[in-house]
């Protein structure tokens, strides 16, 4: 019985309890409530399993009879966030992202590559979801850590940034938010935000707390789901819609749909109840041996996400991006549990944006029609790392991927250079050019990620 | 003990919400409180007000409610946490102090 038969064997819902204790230990966490918190990860997968085989089983086959019947090609169907969490933190990448994030973080600070400190451990996952796109490409595990590494690296510099600006328009003061999906945005709003307000558009006002009302019903996951549910069920049952039986199918498809997009978030919940500890361990360890200097907390992005610019803005974008993935033809993903997630998508726009909804939504439009296309071209390697992290598909045609991260342009950018020694040498430069440049001009880059200088502000 | 429903507010309803959760129950009942908690998102605070004593945000709340409310992240950063149980405790009206 080899390590790997070991590993294989016990499977994650088992594994990661027991890793997470061990690494807990490391940090002197309190035994009982570790041990407590190991034992909910594993449930917080089990919960999550029971969730994706659910919605796989239901949703998969409804949305082939949709392709077969209509010729809407959209065989490619969006597990979202919860999904791609679980395949990140349950796939072998996963069992290193903690240790090696922290190990990342703790150089870049000592060496004043950056001044955050990350304890959103929940968060690792985005990075751990890179490197395991690319453990999934190349078969090669050291390249994959490599990957979670840089991607962890860049966003760290990202949330830098950024910081000035949410710390501001978010009243947050001390916080970053080094969100390996949210902040992925940034590099691409800037310029998209000066193209925009050269044609004048940030002179047009829209009211959030209005749009909240006349468009809450996109806001609304349940209902939304309910309707999606309704619309694959119908357009799957183009055929035979004189029958009862598909109507029981189409109305059945619509509870399901609903269920999925209010059960699944709740499973992710449990698993980040499990990583608290853990999380406050790693603070705690890295507060106490920041020897003084300034730093910021780096944090989820879901601090921020209850501002009405980005809920108001979000919810328009809901109806564009269904509208985006039906008329797109290179796009086969069919929307659905992650047409919850573009509040996180807009959320560190908004101060670029100065909470400007309309240019917001345009931005937004951009990057969902450019995301359709990531999450399409990442799909097979999505898949391949849910087969690899021991998750059933109900099918070997089953292809599935996710806006978060499936279609994260920073990790479609990591996973498609790292398999070349140039590609590799690219990143690197970029990792390189980025840190110089914007630790050599810290105020005038912080000011186009949407800064404000105060009038009196000390230097 | 005094029991009281906290209502927990965070951009998803799920993520940092449920630490703060956490931390509530475990600190408030060292001051007397037996803390009920109920998660939601941002967007649903004006649904979910029945029977609130008190509500606990990490995200800024739009909504106009004539219940208390507290808008920390001290439970998330570790700084400030106690002033954060004071105000909480303050603001239910008082604890076995």
């Keep these: 019985m080899t390590l790997n038969d070991i590993i294989s064997g016990l499977g994650i819902t088992v594994l990661l309890p027991i890793i997470i204790f061990v690494f807990g230990l490391f940090f002197k966490l309190e035994v009982k409530r570790l041990f407590r918190s190991a034992v909910l990860i594993g449930v917080g997968f089990i919960g999550i399993n029971l969730i994706l085989g659910y919605f796989l089983n239901n949703l998969a086959p409804a949305a082939q009879k949709m392709v077969e019947f209509t010729g809407v090609h959209l065989p490619v169907l969006d597990v979202g966030w919860p999904a791609a969490a679980a395949i990140a933190f349950a796939g072998k990448i996963g069992l290193f992202v903690i240790p090696v994030t922290i190990l990342v973080n703790f150089l870049m600070y000592i060496l004043h590559w950056t001044d955050t400190i990350d304890v959103d451990v929940w968060n690792y996952w985005h990075f751990a979801f890179t490197g395991g796109l690319v453990y999934a490409l190349t078969n090669n595990l050291w390249l994959g850590i490599l990957a979670s590494a840089i991607d962890a690296a860049l966003v760290l510099i990202l949330g830098d940034w950024t910081a000035p600006a949410v710390q501001q328009y978010y009243d947050i003061p001390g916080i970053s938010l080094p969100h390996g999906f949210s902040a992925a945005y940034v590099p691409i709003a800037i310029p998209l935000n000066w193209l925009l307000d050269k044609l004048h558009l940030d002179k047009v006002k829209a009211d959030p707390e209005s749009i909240k009302k006349r468009w809450g019903f996109f806001g609304d996951p349940v209902i939304l789901g309910l309707v999606l549910g309704l619309i694959v069920g119908f357009l799957g049952n183009l055929k035979s819609l004189n029958t009862a039986s598909s109507w029981f199918n189409i109305l059945q498809l619509g509870i399901a749909m609903a269920g999925v997009m209010y059960i699944f978030p709740k499973m992710v919940s449990i698993l980040m109840d499990g990583l608290i500890p853990i999380s406050e361990g790693v603070r705690d360890f890295m507060k106490a041996r920041a020897s003084g200097r300034k730093f910021y907390i780096g944090l989820d992005s879901a601090i921020a996400v209850g501002t009405p610019a980005a809920i108001a803005s979000s919810m328009i974008l809901v109806p564009i991006a269904i509208v985006l993935m039906v008329i797109i033809p290179q796009n086969q993903m069919l929307l659905a549990v992650d047409l919850a997630v573009l509040p996180f998508m807009v959320v560190m726009t908004i101060p670029i944006t100065r909470g400007n909804i309309l240019k917001t939504v345009i931005i937004g439009t951009i990057i969902i029609a450019a995301g359709l296309l990531i999450g399409t071209n990442l799909s097979p390697l999505f898949t391949k790392a849910a087969i690899q992290a021991q998750f059933k598909m109900p099918s070997n045609a089953t292809q599935i991927s996710s806006i978060c991260d499936g279609s994260n342009p920073l990790t479609w950018f990591i996973v498609r250079l790292i398999n070349s020694w140039y590609g590799v040498a690219i990143l690197v430069a970029v990792f390189a050019l980025f840190l110089y440049f914007y630790r050599t001009h810290r105020k005038a880059w912080e000011k186009i990620a949407g800064s404000v200088e105060a009038p009196d502000e000390n230097k | ?97």
Excluded: W
């Design chain 2, 1 to 97: 003990m005094r029991k009281v429903k906290i209502l927990v507010v965070c951009g998803t309803g799920i993520a940092t919400s449920t630490v703060v959760s956490r931390k509530l129950e475990e600190k408030l009942s060292k001051e007397g409180f037996e803390v009920e908690t109920r998660q939601c998102k941002a967007a649903e605070v004006s649904e979910n007000l029945e029977g609130v004593d008190l509500i606990v945000s990490t995200t800024p709340i739009s909504s106009n409610v004539n219940i208390p409310i507290i808008r920390t992240l001290a439970f998330l950063t570790g700084i400030g946490e106690d002033q954060a149980i004071e105000e909480a405790v303050k603001k239910l009206g008082g604890g076995k102090s």
